[in-house]
């Protein structure tokens, strides 16, 4: 007899709960339970961090939030380091500094309210603390397994939307940007740095959809402009049930990298902050993606680098990725 996945789940989820706390279950054959139970745990590992509820959610969802996860220390010590790179008083090697699209062409808008998105500050030793947090490694772990590489870093700071729409992030799944498999042992931890609500652009997920495939990613025809490289999947089911993720200071939320998300306009006048790092499982490897829906994003940016270091050698997107990625934990087995 076929079992629903989700019943599936139900039935493995009870069979490891070892502490004995009751985890309702419309299943219960023994028989069943032995032979279910290795593929249908597919998105977590057993690490005794996350209890099975936890667990049960991230593979039905795709995402899950730990609230108050990182101390009010740490984050205002992020935010000093941010303001800093602003102001120009520290210059990190490859740090990639980006002005909201609305604004990018005017001379009158000057640190910090320039800036709407710090990428790959993993040379910079203070913001880098935040990806060897032993707090969040924790539960990164129960994605990726014990090699952990970070993979990619950003501090965002949405800016208040000037009334084109251009802070908002359309809808996209960050596989779009990784030339690395497989999708399951990726995970982002993504922190906010101050209250994050509807009112200043949270984030947005589509529960679920990290069970689905990697969809077509192009810039979305908004009027106002859009961002570099902020592709959007433009035919998602625009029916299919959205939460919004709203969130304290420290709050941390981990998600599959097929997850269908994006965040929405900030309509107040404070820039939203939140720092993230992709990582992965140094067991991962390379693929090509020639040919794929991802050949877009890998000349854009193949032309990036091109700009950045001069036409005479050639990047390619997986060396891009190569050059970028720090070991945060056990052994650099493959990526
Ligand atoms: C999972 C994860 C990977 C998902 C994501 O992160 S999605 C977003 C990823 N975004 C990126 O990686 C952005 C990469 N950033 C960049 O490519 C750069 O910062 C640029 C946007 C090209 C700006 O380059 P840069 O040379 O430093 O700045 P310049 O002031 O000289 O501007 C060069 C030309 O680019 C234009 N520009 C600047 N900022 C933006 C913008 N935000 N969106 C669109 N166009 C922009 C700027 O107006 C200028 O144009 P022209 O004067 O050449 O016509
Ligand atoms: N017209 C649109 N086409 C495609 N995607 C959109 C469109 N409008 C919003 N989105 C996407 O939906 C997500 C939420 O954006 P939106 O600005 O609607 O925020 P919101 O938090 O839902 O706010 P609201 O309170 O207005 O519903 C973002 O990823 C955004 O890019
Ligand atoms: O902080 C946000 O607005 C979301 C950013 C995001 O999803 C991304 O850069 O991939
Ligand atoms: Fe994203
Ligand atoms: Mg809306």
Redesign the pocket.
């Known amino acids: 007899m076929a079992l629903r996945a989700a019943d599936r789940l139900k039935v493995v989820l009870n069979h490891l709960d070892r502490s004995g706390v009751a985890v309702r279950t419309s299943f219960t054959s023994a028989q069943n339970l032995s032979h279910h139970h290795p593929e249908a745990l597919q998105y977590t590992f057993d690490t005794d961090v996350l209890s099975p509820e936890q667990r049960l959610a991230y593979e039905e969802n795709g995402f899950i939030l730990i609230k108050n996860l990182v101390s009010e220390e740490d984050i205002n010590r992020f935010r000093k380091e941010f303001e800093c790179i602003c102001k120009g008083d520290v210059k990190i090697p490859g740090l990639l500094v980006m002005r909201d699209v609305s604004i990018a062409k005017s001379e009158f808008v000057q640190g910090e309210k320039a800036v709407t998105k710090l990428q790959d500050f993993q040379e910079d030793p203070e913001l880098f603390r935040y990806c060897t947090l032993p707090q969040i490694l924790r539960y990164v772990g129960c994605f990726t397994g014990p090699n952990i590489m970070a993979m990619h870093t950003?501090l965002?700071n949405?800016p208040p939307d000037t009334g084109r729409k251009t802070s908002r992030?359309p809808m996209?799944q960050?596989l779009h940007y990784f030339p690395f498999r497989p999708a399951d042992r990726i995970v982002c931890a993504?922190t906010a740095m101050e209250e994050v609500s509807r009112k200043n652009?949270c984030?947005v997920v589509l529960p679920g959809t990290h069970k689905g495939t990697l969809q077509e990613h192009n810039y979305p025809e908004w009027e106002g402009g859009v961002n570099k490289m902020y592709h959007g999947i433009q035919n998602y089911n625009h029916s299919h049930p959205r939460v919004h993720l709203e969130m304290g200071k420290g709050d941390t939320v981990f998600f599959h990298p097929l997850l269908i998300?994006?965040?929405g306009m900030n309509r107040t006048q404070g820039f939203r902050k939140?720092i993230?790092c992709h990582y992965a499982s140094a067991d991962c490897h390379y693929v090509d993606v020639k040919g794929t829906t991802q050949e877009n994003i890998s000349k854009e940016v193949e032309e990036l680098a091109r700009k950045r270091i001069g036409s005479d050698i050639t990047i390619s997107f997986q060396d891009s990725w190569a050059l970028r990625g720090r070991l945060v934990q056990g052994d650099r087995t493959s990526l």
């Open positions: 950003m965002i949405k992030h996209h960050d993504w652009g984030l998300h994006g965040s939140a993230s």
